[in-house]
């Protein structure tokens, strides 16, 4: 699974969730009066470091300033965030470097991203002129794809997001909303901001106020001392915890990733089940129960039992398309270029010969498992996948649904989780849907798997980094009970 990295901001180890949040922020009387307000021009503490640690590893760094920008009343915001960690007893990288140049109020002017994922680079550029958002996103050795929104407000970086109370003054009660543009996942969304309270706590030093953030489905709580200093802050329902640190110290990661043995993402997502499956790429049939509501169709039909949810998956189940949704998934896509010359000279020489949609699955299937070694390593897209000769889950499906497009197969991605025989529990897992004769059937091309087994537990639908967004509330708050397998 994908995460947001610029939530991966935390500096103490993972001893408490948001349920316990209480026993740590106190009331901390009466705020400041007036409210604390500056300028861009005026911030006392323009720059500042913050460790990151992730499941109590500590992973990374994250570095932001603000300076003036060349041009007069123009300003830049600068950001840094470079993580490392293992996973699957790989190491995995991961950097994002921003810059923004924001007017006075920290409206969007233009930009430069770039992010860097294990061996995959993508960087995304533009500017905002004359009521239009023009952007463009470049992979390495691929042309730029080209991009354009019309704007009918102001429109913010969502490097911004914790400076804008400052900009507007911390007082509490005020509430605010946004028109962000995500460069994590190229899209325009919508943020509100809410300062709460006026709080002290042992994990940071004095007083500040606590101000709530919601964008795309996630929640995230800052406290912003009158500084204008984001102090400490609680994302993911706490997995995610940031606080302020001097360079050096935030710098450490270096050491503690290089020592660090753990797979933190495996502790973190894995969901221990109490059924062990000897043979779980066997299972045909699967009866659970989980704490919350998975997808429902033909193939996984749950419902709702006393505090639970039961789901009864059948592998040899299709489920029927809805309206509309054959078309979308033909289409290419920034992560499945289905249309690229690449793609398609490649898919029709790996399904030449084959007439039917079982023989091309089949081909696609035969092709992948013989030339792209299954590595937990990170990719944006299908292409980069191709060029590496080397992918994780996602990374296969992305390729898979590329190919099978390209062959005028409809195929959708799929993600959820999956049992892993090895840790004893399910794990969060990528595979695909493939339009057969007239139902989506259940494709695991990391697996080899034409027929994806019952294991397979689908959650989310989509390819795109915000469609996997709904993914978060997931990890870490889902109980699984295998009450049947054969």
């Given amino acids: 699974m994908r995460v947001s990295l610029l939530r991966f901001l935390a500096a103490v180890p993972l001893v408490f969730l948001s349920a316990c949040a209480s026993q740590y922020f106190r009331d901390a009387g009466e705020s400041p009066l007036p409210p604390p307000r500056y300028a861009l021009a005026d911030l006392p503490q323009p720059e500042h470091w913050t460790g990151i640690v992730f ?47 924001v007017d006075e109020s920290a409206r969007l002017v233009r930009f430069e991203y770039r992010y860097g994922l294990d061996d995959s680079e993508q960087n995304v550029s533009g500017e905002v002129r004359d009521g239009r958002l ?22 913010y970086p969502s490097g911004v997001l914790g400076l804008l109370p400052v900009l507007q003054g911390l007082k509490i009660g005020s509430e605010f909303r946004w028109l962000v543009f995500n460069g994590e996942t190229q899209s325009l969304d919508r943020a509100s901001q809410r300062i709460e309270a006026y709080e002290s706590s042992d994990l940071f030093d004095g007083a500040a106020f606590k101000v709530q953030t919601d964008m795309l489905g996630l929640r995230s709580t800052t406290w912003i001392d009158a500084r204008g200093r984001p102090v400490f802050e609680l994302g993911l329902n706490g997995v995610m915890i940031s606080a302020l640190e001097d360079e050096r110290t935030a710098k450490n990661y270096l050491a503690s990733a290089a020592l660090n043995k753990d797979d933190v993402l495996v502790q973190w997502s894995l969901i221990k089940a109490s059924l062990p499956l000897s043979d779980p790429q066997k299972a045909r049939f699967l009866r659970i129960s989980l704490s919350r509501s998975p997808l429902s169709d033909e193939r996984q039909r749950c419902r709702a039992a006393a505090a639970d949810v039961v789901c009864e998956i059948d592998a040899t189940r299709s489920v029927a398309p809805s309206a509309g949704s054959v078309d979308a998934d033909l289409r290419p896509s920034a992560t499945v270029q289905a249309h690229d010359p690449m793609i398609r000279a490649l898919a029709r020489r790996i399904a030449a010969g084959r007439e039917s949609v079982p023989e091309k699955i089949a081909a696609v299937l035969d092709w992948l498992e013989k030339n ?9 897209s299908a292409l980069d996948v191709l060029d590496a000769k080397r992918g994780e889950c996602q990374g296969h499906s992305y390729l898979y649904a590329a190919l099978m497009r390209a062959l005028g197969v409809p195929t959708r991605v799929v993600n959820g989780l999956v049992y892993s025989a090895e840790h004893g529990g399910f794990l969060y897992h990528t595979w695909a849907e493939s339009l057969v004769e007239g139902s989506w059937r259940a494709v ?9 087994d019952a294991t397979h537990i689908a959650l989310v639908r989509g390819e795109s980094l915000a469609e996997l967004v709904p993914l978060v509330d997931w990890v870490g708050n889902t109980r699984v009970r295998v009450l049947e397998a054969r």
Avoid: M, W
């Fill in 134 to 155: 023009r952007y463009e996103v470049a992979s390495a050795k691929r042309p730029p794809e080209k991009k354009e929104e019309a704007l009918r407000e102001p429109l």
């Fill in 444 to 452: 695991d091309p990391t697996f080899n798997q034409p027929r994806a």
């Fill in 372 to 380: 792209i070694r299954k590595e937990p390593v990170d990719a944006f």
């Fill in 55 to 101: 499941n109590g590893a500590k992973v990374g760094f994250s570095h932001t300033r603000v300076t003036r920008a060349a041009e007069k009343g123009l300003y830049e915001l600068h950001g840094e965030a470079v993580i490392r960690f293992r996973f699957l007893g790989l190491e995995k990288r991961v950097q994002v470097r921003s810059l923004d140049t």
